[in-house]
């Protein structure tokens, strides 16, 4: 009970506490990508992941995932899992978005259809991005922008080698 009163506090005020302070096991989840990949927490374990919620129409999203693709394509540590977990929208919606940004979507990008999987893991907004260890343990949530300027973020890369 505990650790779900920290993972929704930590939603709504932004992240989790650092790694050494506790982290949240993940809840199960199950997805396909858009390319029928299957996805879950059980394959991600091993893998320290990047979980990345985002809608279409979300002006903040249209601009954090052209820069993901970038970290995706020339910086991400070869370890790291990266997944795009499209909610709150319609499949048709997602599927011609993707489509027509190409150079964003380099990266595995699944739809979460009824919101399930967002709603799991306590997202209420987009962007949200998840970092999950390689034990399925969330250890920050970033809610909105500027994924990049956070600290705790920076220095979970950092503990990957890049």
């Known amino acids: 009970v505990v650790g779900f009163i ?3 506090l930590s939603l709504f005020f932004g992240v989790l506490p650092a790694p050494a302070a506790s982290s ?3 809840p199960e989840f199950q997805l396909k990508t858009l ?3 299957p996805y879950s927490k059980t394959s991600l374990q091993g893998h320290p992941t990047l979980l990345v919620f985002w809608a279409p129409w979300c002006r903040y999203c249209q601009m954090e995932l052209p820069i993901l693709a970038k970290f995706y394509q ?3 540590p070869d370890q790291l899992q990266v997944l795009t977990i499209a909610f709150s929208d319609t ?3 997602v599927e011609e978005y993707v ?4 150079d964003t979507f380099v990266y595995p990008t699944a739809y979460d259809q009824d919101n399930e999987v967002a709603q799991a893991f306590g997202v209420n907004a987009t962007p949200t ?3 999950m260890d390689a034990h399925g343990e969330m250890i920050l949530a970033h809610r909105g922008a500027g994924i990049n300027q956070n600290p705790q973020y920076q220095e979970f890369l950092k503990s990957l080698g890049k």
């Open 6 to 8: 920290v993972v929704i």
């Open 24 to 26: 949240v096991p993940a």
């Open 35 to 37: 390319a029928g990949e």
């Open 74 to 76: 020339g910086n991400k």
């Open 91 to 93: 499949r048709a919606h």
């Open 99 to 102: 489509t027509s940004n190409p």
């Open 129 to 131: 991005f998840v970092v």
